[in-house]
């Protein structure tokens, strides 16, 4: 079993910046993949980011890129998202997830299995 603990979440003011983590614990071998996704009341959970784990190859969602970068270190088994420039849009919970498929970019939520609790990101106009 893999578990993923985020943390970083917070209020921020539009075009400040958060800087989230995830750290994994346990059978942490078998993940190829790190990801960040986020869902905002009454919306869907959406891709935001991912990161091989091996490679560290990225790639992001249209909606964030060049403002959000996701980054990794594999001694502290941790992923991180930083964000920047934010907007209230990017407003939601954000959740890390584990991918252990062999396919990248893994975008759909239903192709992970294991995910943290969350945190939530506010921005406020």
């Known amino acids: 079993q893999v578990q993923l603990v985020e943390s970083g979440g917070g209020l921020v003011q539009a075009g400040g910046s958060l800087r989230l983590s995830c750290a994994a614990s346990g059978r942490t071998f078998s993940s190829l993949t790190r990801s960040w996704f986020r869902q905002a009341p009454g919306k869907e959970r959406e891709f935001v980011a991912t990161?091989?784990?091996?490679?560290?190859?990225?790639y992001y969602a249209d909606s964030v890129k060049g403002r959000f970068t996701i980054s990794k270190d594999n001694a502290k088994n941790t992923v991180y998202l930083q964000m920047n420039n934010l907007e209230p849009e990017d407003t939601a919970v954000y959740y890390c997830a584990v991918g252990a498929r062999p396919v990248f970019p893994l975008k759909e939520p239903y192709e992970y299995d294991t995910w943290g609790q969350g945190t939530q990101v506010t921005v406020s106009s």
């Open positions: 990161i091989t784990w091996s490679a560290g190859t990225t």
